[in-house]
T-cell receptor
Framework: DAMVIQNPRYQVTQFGKPVTLSCSQT?????MYWYQQKSSQAPKLLFH???????NEADTPDNFQSRRPNTSFCFLDIRSPGLGDAAMYLC???????????FGNGTRLTVT | AQTVTQSQPEMSVQEAETVTLSCTYD???????LFWYKQPPSRQMILVIR??????QNATENRFSVNFQKAAKSFSLKISDSQLGDTAMYFC????????????FGTGTSLTVIP
């Protein structure tokens, strides 16, 4: 089945230690998104790629970076995680303008 | 900027009964889409139903239907014949049709279906 896959499902990192979360998709969708979701809160858009065009949300901290080496893969890099960065990180894709989002299972990040 | 408000943090419903989840939004745009997403415990978020703002007819997907009131900027979700598998967080979401790629989510409603 075509899908959005996030690895790992759970990630533990130390305060200040860089961490990378990965997302892959077999849907061949143009757009890939990264959302941060804290407990009992709405998913918050961090950035998205439309093909290779990177779009950063104005309030996304500089600590968060993203890479999309090809259509299938997208990475979220957190350069120096703080305790406040502990959250569920959701990757999503959409195939064309105005189409619904398809989500992965998410990566739950713990910062110790 | 668009805002989406879900005023019911938690709701419960008896199995087989009907429940309505509320959502309001604020926008100055005229062309947009609205969505309801479901996030079961520890599982991925999936699309429940979608409504185009230019359509007057309310969207329906099996047991799920919406009441879209454009003038009131209201977009409620009705779940009929509730099932245990409907237990989940439900998020209302808005997307501007003209910019296309930015979704704005509400804070969610946690629905519990009681056997």
């Amino acid at each position: 089945d075509a899908m959005v896959i996030q690895n790992p499902r759970y990630q533990v990192t130390q305060f200040g230690k860089p961490v990378t979360l990965s997302c892959s998709q077999t849907l061949n969708h143009n757009v890939m998104y990264w959302y941060q979701q804290k407990s009992s809160q709405a998913p918050k858009l961090l950035f998205h790629y439309y093909d290779k065009d990177f779009n950063n949300e104005a309030d996304t901290p500089d600590n968060f970076q993203s890479r999309r080496p090809n259509t299938s893969f997208c990475f979220l890099d957190i350069r120096s995680p703080g305790l406040g960065d502990a959250a569920m990180y959701l990757c999503a894709t959409s195939g064309y303008r105005n189409s619904p989002l398809h989500f992965g299972n998410g990566t739950r990040l713990t910062v110790t | 900027a668009q805002t989406v408000t879900q005023s019911q943090p938690e709701m419960s419903v008896q199995e087989a009964e009907t429940v309505t989840l509320s959502c309001t939004y604020d926008t100055s745009e005229s062309n947009y889409y609205l969505f309801w997403y479901k996030q079961p415990p520890s599982r991925q978020m999936i699309l429940v139903i979608r409504q185009e703002a230019y359509k007057q007819q309310n969207a329906t997907e099996n047991r799920f239907s919406v009441n879209f009131q454009k003038a009131a900027k209201s977009f409620s979700l009705k779940i009929s014949d509730s099932q245990l598998g409907d237990t989940a967080m439900y998020f209302c979401a808005f997307m501007n049709q003209d910019t296309g790629n930015q979704f704005y989510f509400g804070t969610g409603t946690s629905l519990t279906v009681i056997p």
